[in-house]
């Protein structure tokens, strides 16, 4: 009885590190020792002062704002997440380091020359045409990374659209595009990759992310399993309740389904199998 007893809950019992590298993509990263790791320490605390700034003091001007946000998230994901699964995860790869420095210089150029780009908008260089164009792989590159190829293949379906609008059939025909007008309107305007999402991001998501991981790095995520358990511990059914309102508090400061399920379900799936519950009751 005991042995088997071990055997269903030891998988459940999995620590919230072991269960996020193995479900959650987007938390397989570096872990760089050494010289690396204060760099990229650097990097993340240059960015929680450059959003918290502009959060007290107002933000910058959209584009701006956007565009500082954009280079220190490129650099974190060239320094933090390997182009293959293959590669080393304390070590440093050369190639990363040169993918984040170009991601910098491709997003700071909109900031550097940010007055020369307004007055010549609309009329941009062949400079400035393949600097979007290294800059928007950039992205395409860090998306790949980060959430995989999914959404680059719907991302990239949408260019080629933009492209063969001119033989597209019926209502789904355009005028088409050119080369130079699309990378300036992606890279140049803040109707493309500059858009409303990334001004969200630069403004208030951030921020949450920031102050969720403050409070799950202080030990909220107890907090909540032990609030659920006074309120709802005591009923019928009442761990499968506390599993419930738990996960519903945690997952309100971590976003993260996955991180949510290591933080609340390692503790509360073990006790509702030993309570009784179904191993795949307890689990879902």
């Known amino acids: 009885m005991a042995d088997e007893t071990k055997k269903t809950t030891v998988p459940a019992e999995m620590s919230a590190e ?143 659209y933009a492209f063969l609008g001119p033989y597209m059939p019926g209502i789904m025909a355009h005028r088409g595009v050119g080369f130079d007008e699309l990378i300036s309107h992606l890279y140049y305007t803040t109707e493309g990759i500059f858009g409303v999402p990334m001004g969200v991001s630069s403004t208030f998501i951030y921020l949450f992310i920031l102050f969720g991981a403050y409070l799950e790095a202080t030990g909220l995520g107890k907090f909540f399993i032990d609030l659920a358990n006074a309120l709802a511990g005591w009923a019928v059914g009442g761990p499968a309740k506390v599993a419930v309102l738990s996960s519903g508090l945690m997952g309100t400061v971590s976003g993260s389904s996955v991180a949510n399920v290591a933080g609340t379900g ?10 009784g519950y179904r191993p795949s009751f307890a689990g879902a």
């Open 18 to 160: 072991e269960v996020l590298k193995k479900y959650d993509k987007e938390s397989n990263t570096r872990d760089p020792e050494g010289f690396w790791g204060y760099v990229i320490s650097a990097i993340c605390i240059l960015f929680a002062v450059f959003q918290l700034y502009t959060a007290i003091f107002g933000v910058l001007d959209a584009h701006l704002q956007r565009t500082i946000h954009l280079a220190f998230g490129l650099s974190l994901i060239f320094l933090l997440y390997p182009a293959r699964k293959s590669w080393s995860r304390k070590k440093m790869n050369p190639l990363d380091v040169i993918l984040a420095v170009l991601s910098v210089c491709a997003t700071m150029y909109l900031v550097v020359d940010y007055d020369e780009l307004v007055l010549r908008s609309g009329m941009n260089t062949q400079q400035d045409v393949l600097i979007g164009l290294v800059g928007t792989i950039l992205i395409f590159e860090a998306a790949r990374r980060t959430v995989g190829w999914p959404m680059i293949t719907v991302a990239l379906i949408f260019v080629a």
């Open 266 to 275: 390692s503790f509360t799936i073990p006790m509702m199998k030993k309570l």
